[in-house]
C-alpha cells in the first residue's frame, strides 16, 4: 500500500507538471500571436502612385517607314526604384514615407515613350527590343534622375533627365545622342501633388523623346539612302 500510494502521489505530481507545461506553452503561444498582431497593426499604410501622361502628337513630327525597337532603359539602382525620391537638399536623397510608385521609373518610361510612338500613327512599327521585331533602329536610353527637387525653393519639382541613343541595328553604329531634362513644379509638398507633377514632366519628356527620335531617324535615313 506503501508503494501504490507513492506511485499515485508520483502520477499525480507528473501530471501536475504536464499541465504547467501545456499551459505555459499555451501562454507563449498566445503572447507570440498577441506579438504579431500588435506589429502588424502598427504598419504604416502606403499609397501606389500610377502615372497616367499624355502626349500630345506633333503635327511636326516627321511620317517615317522604318521601324524601331525600343530598350529597357538603364539607370542606377538609387534611382529605379519604386520609393518616390526627393532631394530637400543638394547632395542628399531621402523618399516620401508611406508611399510608392506603381511601376519603376525605367518601366514608366519606356511605357509612356513605346504608347506615344504607337499612338502617334508615324511609324509604321514599334516594339519593346527583343521582342522578334525587324527593326532598322534601337533606341537606347539612360534615366539619370527621377526625383523630387527642392533646389532651394520653397515647393519640391518633379525632376526626370534622361539620355538617349539612336542606333542603326545592322551595324550598332549611334545615329545621334541628346539628353533631355524636364522640371515641373508641384502645386504643393504633398506627396499626391509631387506625383501629379511627375505625371505631367513624364509626358512632357516622352513627347520631346519622340519627336527627336523620329526627326533623327528620318534624317539618318534620308542621308543613308542618297549615298
Not at 55 to 70: E, F, H, K, R, S
Amino acid at each position: 500500500m506503501i508503494i501504490s500510494n507513492a506511485r499515485r502521489s508520483n502520477a499525480r505530481r507528473s501530471n501536475a507538471r504536464r499541465s504547467n507545461a501545456g499551459a505555459c506553452a499555451s501562454l507563449v503561444l498566445v503572447s507570440l500571436l498577441a506579438g504579431c498582431s500588435v506589429l502588424g497593426g502598427n504598419k504604416t499604410p502606403s499609397t501606389i502612385y500610377a502615372p497616367q501622361p499624355v502626349v500630345t502628337i506633333d503635327p511636326a513630327w516627321p511620317n517615317v517607314d522604318w521601324q524601331l525597337a525600343i530598350s529597357h532603359p538603364e539607370a542606377p539602382r538609387m534611382v529605379d526604384t519604386l520609393r518616390i525620391a526627393v532631394r530637400p537638399t543638394p547632395g542628399e536623397l531621402e523618399v516620401y514615407k508611406g508611399a510608392s510608385w506603381a511601376k519603376s521609373p525605367s518601366e514608366q518610361l519606356q511605357d509612356t515613350v513605346l504608347q506615344a510612338l504607337e499612338d502617334s500613327g508615324r511609324i509604321p512599327a514599334v516594339a519593346r527590343q527583343g521582342s522578334g521585331i525587324a527593326a532598322d533602329f534601337t533606341l537606347l536610353s539612360e534615366v539619370r534622375r527621377f526625383e523630387a527637387d527642392y533646389a532651394g525653393a520653397a515647393l519640391p519639382s518633379a525632376t526626370i533627365e534622361v539620355n538617349v541613343k539612336l542606333l542603326q541595328a545592322t551595324d550598332q553604329d549611334v545615329v545621334a545622342s541628346h539628353t533631355f531634362l524636364q522640371v515641373v513644379p508641384a502645386s504643393s509638398t504633398g506627396t499626391a501633388a509631387v506625383a501629379q507633377a511627375f505625371d505631367t514632366a513624364l509626358g512632357a519628356i516622352a513627347h520631346d523623346i519622340v519627336g527627336w527620335t523620329l526627326t533623327t531617324g528620318q534624317r539618318a535615313r534620308v542621308a543613308h539612302k542618297t549615298k
